[in-house]
């Protein structure tokens, strides 16, 4: 089973910036989309921003403009640079992994960190 491990978390001042790094790691032979969710106390767990491995992107309304999701294909390492913080912005972030494959025949599936902790204090 494929690993994904985030760090990168912690307690920023609004206006502050702050970079996720999320490593999957096991036998990977490939994984489509990598991205970052999160989810704020009370609420949804919804999409900041994803990937695929063609390097093609989306963000949610609420972060473009601030963030940048960037990832290294043979690191399988997904990254989200936050800039400009908000209060808002205060959440449990969530690496996830879409499509992935250990080898080429096997079936693809979805998989998920921990979660790592961004507090924007305003």
């Known amino acids: 089973q494929v690993q994904l491990v985030e760090s990168g978390g912690g307690l920023v001042q609004a206006g502050g910036s702050l970079r996720l790094s999320c490593a999957a790691s096991g036998r990977i032979f490939s994984i489509n989309t990598m991205g970052w969710y999160r989810q704020a106390p009370g609420k949804q767990r919804v999409l900041v921003a994803g990937i695929t491995s063609g390097g093609i992107t989306t963000y949610a309304d609420s972060v473009k403009g601030r963030f940048a999701i960037s990832r290294d294909n043979i690191k399988n390492t997904v990254y989200l640079q936050m800039n400009s913080l908000k209060s808002e912005d205060t959440a449990v972030y969530y690496c996830?992994?879409?499509?992935?494959?250990?080898?080429?025949?096997?079936?693809?599936?979805?998989?998920w960190g921990q979660g790592t902790t961004v507090t924007v204090s305003s």
């Open positions: 996830n992994a879409e499509g992935i494959k250990t080898s080429r025949a096997s079936k693809p599936y979805v998989g």
